[in-house]
């Protein structure tokens, strides 16, 4: 036979709510009025529904780890400040859909940055969504398809905020840059973009290949735009360790 606590999950399974532990729940409760008593439940399956979802968010963010402003090193990297990063850490620019360009050359600390706030973003409650250039070209190539590609940028469409890391290691042909053209097209006065870049814009029309395009595409991604131009050593290789020690 089940016991009480048991019957009672099953019931909340039934209504698509989470199982609650009501000992724990009602541990040193015992002068709670009936009414009391639901308003404290329902605040608990209100806690829990708001966990389940930030936790599927930040798996749907598919960020590949998560960093924080408090853990990059500005001693190392002079030619962006804390206080900036903090001033951007926000989040107001959000709602404005705004876009942050983070340019410079490999490990002075783009991605990084770009990270910490994706995960202030999804801090707040924002739908937030990291892609490479790379990734994002295979998703719009397949999206007529592979169902999964068009479910992710069915997903990228609902976000608030999108990182797209790694712009310009690698050339695009003709019909990849249309398809960029179309992506941030599609995003502007919507959505937030993150770009981070080693390539200066004025090196963009290299790597795409069109100069027409790529003056449409930069039309579109700076008109409402923070530019942060990122210079120095490779923290990467400056304080890399070695295998021998």
């Not at 036979?1 to 709510?17: C, G, K, Q, V």
């Not at 999804?122 to 994002?136: M, Q, R, S, W």
């Not at 007529?144 to 990182?163: D, H, M, N, P, T």
Request: proline residues 3%; glycine residues 6%.
């Amino acid at each position: 036979m089940l016991t009480p606590t048991e019957r009672i999950n099953n019931l909340l399974s039934d209504l698509r709510l989470q199982p609650v532990n009501f000992e724990e729940l009602f541990r040193g409760q015992n002068k709670l009025t009936p009414l009391e008593s639901v308003e404290l439940f329902l605040n608990e399956e209100l806690k829990l529904r708001i966990e389940k979802q930030n936790r599927l968010r930040r798996r749907n963010a598919r960020l590949p780890y998560e960093k924080t402003i408090e853990d990059f090193d500005f001693g190392f990297q002079r030619s962006v400040s804390k206080e900036q990063m903090l001033r951007l850490s926000d989040m107001t620019w959000v709602e404005q859909a705004y876009n942050i360009c983070f340019l410079g050359p490999p490990g002075v600390g783009k991605t990084h940055l770009a990270l910490s706030l994706a995960v202030k973003g999804l801090d707040l409650g924002y739908i937030v969504a990291f892609e490479t250039l790379d990734n994002l070209m295979k998703l719009l190539k397949t999206s007529e398809i592979s169902g999964a590609s068009r479910r992710r940028l069915k997903y990228l469409k609902k976000a608030a905020l999108i990182v797209v890391d790694e712009v310009g290691f690698m050339p695009l042909t003709p019909a990849e840059a249309n398809l960029f053209f179309t992506f941030v097209s599609a995003m502007s006065e919507k959505t937030s973009l993150i770009i981070t870049s080693n390539k200066g814009f004025d090196e963009w029309a290299d790597f795409l290949g069109d100069a027409t395009i790529t003056t449409a595409i930069l039309d579109r991604l700076i008109h409402h735009c923070e530019i942060i131009n990122m210079t120095g050593n490779s923290y990467r290789l400056e304080h890399h360790q070695s295998i021998t020690g």
